[in-house]
């Protein structure tokens, strides 16, 4: 298993908001994590990542229970929120993060030329970011997420700010990163993509864990239906 995730707990001003969070995501998966608001979904991906602290966890990266700087090189991660420095061009914000790779100045140059076509950038490469839209923000950020060609990908809600045509870009690139067995780890709510592209998925619901691992080909019914009918069962024994 590339990440393995047992029993994550959290609590948050003396409320539990996550309860014996549970997965596996093996080598070369396109792993759907799904919610619906109030889920907790960033939180369990940011505690994953080391950026939050649970209370208990047992969280394990390419076999590893502690990341070390090798390990660490080999993931990528686009947070939901963008905060890029205004300042610089896409160029250039691409090129300071490729710095902490050690790749030289020509793989760089390289590097950040192929990444900004990739993802439809390559007319505003010399743009300040501060004149960039949302939608080019989350493309320049999508772009540096897989600079260093990583292993394992996190993605948090890489598609909502997009259209149609760009989200279908997104989808094109993480299915070529899955061809070279890249593992690709992602929060979303839009279920269709999640349907097309991802072998399996996980259902956050209240911090809970309401459906591990489940493969789509496996389902009986559309996801969007598989998905309420689940949040609904849940809120029911709740009730109970």
Request: charged share 30%; with cysteine; hydrophobic share 40%.
């Amino acid at each position: 298993m590339v990440l393995k995730v047992k029993e994550l707990n959290k609590s948050f001003k003396w409320k539990q908001i996550l309860h014996d969070v549970s997965f596996d995501v093996g080598e070369g998966e396109m792993y759907g994590f799904l919610w619906p608001n109030g889920a907790w979904k960033t939180t369990t991906m940011k505690s994953i990542l080391g950026f939050i602290k649970p209370d208990s966890w047992s969280i394990k990266v390419f076999g590893w229970k502690n990341f070390s700087i090798k390990d660490k090189k080999k993931i990528g991660f686009m947070p939901e929120n963008t905060y890029l420095y205004k300042h610089l061009t896409g160029r250039e914000f691409l090129k300071f993060n490729g710095w902490f790779f050690g790749f030289t100045k020509k793989e760089l140059d390289d590097k950040t030329e192929k990444l900004l076509k990739k993802v439809w950038l390559d007319e505003a490469w010399d743009k300040y970011l501060k004149d960039y839209s949302k939608w080019m923000l989350q493309r320049v950020w999508l772009a540096q997420a897989i600079i260093n060609d990583p292993k394992l990908l996190f993605l948090d809600e890489p598609m909502s700010w997009l259209d149609p045509i760009g989200r279908k870009m997104v989808k094109d690139l993480l299915l070529e990163l899955k061809a070279k067995w890249t593992t690709v780890f992602f929060n979303t709510h839009i279920l269709s993509d999640v349907e097309s592209i991802c072998d399996k998925v996980s259902i956050i619901h209240k911090g809970h864990i309401i459906v591990s691992g489940k493969k789509i080909k496996d389902l009986d019914c559309p996801l969007e239906e598989f998905f309420i009918s689940k949040i609904n069962e849940f809120n029911e024994a709740s009730k109970a």
